[in-house]
C-alpha cells in the first residue's frame, strides 16, 4: 500500500513570495491533515478536513495560509506572502475513515522542508 | 488548555543500555495517547496507540506504559537503529482528532 505522497521536498523562497505544497493521502483516507513542524518542536496542526469539508482550521493563519482539497482526494496548502517564522517542514498525513480505534492512527508523509530567507 | 511535555530532550545511551522516556500530559478527557518515531528528513511513524490507564504495548525492544497523567516509553537494551526522535501525541476525547505533539526526545544509541 502506497504511503502518503508529498511534494516538493525541498523548497527555498524569499520573504513575500508565495508557495505551495501538495500532498496525496493514502487511497480510501478521508480524512486528512496538515502539520507545521519548526525545528525542534513537536508537529502543530494547521488544518484538517474530512473528505472535502474543513472540519478544523483553528491555528491556521488565515491572513496567509489557505489550503483546498478539491474532490476530496489530494490537497495543496499555500502560503502567501511567506515570512522567516514560516521556515518549518509541512507535515501531511491522513487517516481512515469509519468506526473503531483504527481511524485513529494517522499516516504521515516524508514533509516539505521549507526555508524562507 | 491541552498540554504534552516530555523528558528528557535528549538522551545518550550506550548500546544495550536500557532508558525511558517520559511524556508528562494534561488534557481534559483523553481518548488516546500516541507514540510516533521520526527518523532525521522523515515524517512521524506510528508505533503505539494507549486509550486507558494501566494499558501497555510492547514492539521489539519497545514498551509503552500509560498512567492518568504520563506515559513511558522504555527501551531495552537498545541498538544503535533504534536512534530517532521519539514523539508523544495526545487525542482529546470527542475531538476531531487532532494530535496535540510534545516537542519529542531525541535518543542516540552509541555501539
Known amino acids: 500500500e502506497a504511503g502518503v505522497a508529498q511534494s516538493p521536498r525541498y523548497k527555498i523562497i524569499e520573504k513575500r513570495q508565495s508557495v505551495a505544497f501538495w500532498c496525496n493521502p493514502i487511497?480510501?483516507?478521508?480524512?486528512l491533515y496538515w502539520y507545521q513542524q519548526i525545528l525542534g518542536q513537536g508537529p502543530k496542526l494547521l488544518i484538517q478536513?474530512?473528505?472535502?469539508?474543513?472540519?478544523?482550521d483553528s491555528q491556521l493563519p488565515k491572513d496567509r495560509f489557505s489550503a483546498e482539497r478539491l474532490k476530496g482526494v489530494d490537497s495543496t496548502l499555500k502560503i502567501q506572502p511567506a515570512k522567516l517564522e514560516d521556515s518549518a517542514v509541512y507535515l501531511c498525513?491522513?487517516?481512515?475513515?469509519?468506526?473503531?480505534?483504527?481511524?485513529?492512527?494517522?499516516?504521515f508523509g516524508a514533509g516539505t522542508r521549507l526555508s524562507v530567507l | 488548555e491541552d498540554q504534552v511535555t516530555q523528558s528528557p530532550e535528549a538522551l545518550r545511551l550506550q548500546e544495550g543500555e536500557s532508558s525511558s522516556l517520559n511524556c508528562s500530559y494534561t488534557v481534559s478527557g483523553l481518548r488516546g495517547l500516541f507514540w510516533y518515531r521520526q527518523d532525521p528528513g522523515k515524517g512521524p511513524e506510528f508505533l503505539f496507540t494507549l486509550y486507558s490507564a494501566g494499558e501497555e504495548k510492547e514492539k521489539e525492544r519497545l514498551k509503552a506504559t500509560l498512567t492518568k497523567k504520563e506515559s513511558f516509553l522504555h527501551i531495552t537494551a537498545p541498538k544503535p537503529e533504534d536512534s530517532a526522535t521519539y514523539l508523544c501525541?495526545?487525542?482529546?476525547?470527542?475531538?476531531?482528532?487532532?494530535?496535540?505533539f510534545g516537542q519529542g526526545t531525541t535518543l542516540q544509541v552509541k555501539p
Open positions: 501525541a495526545v487525542q482529546e476525547a470527542g475531538n476531531t482528532g487532532k494530535l496535540i
Open positions: 487511497s480510501g483516507h478521508a480524512t
Open positions: 498525513a491522513s487517516s481512515k475513515t469509519g468506526q473503531g480505534r483504527l481511524k485513529d492512527i494517522q499516516y
Open positions: 478536513f474530512q473528505n472535502n469539508g474543513v472540519v478544523d
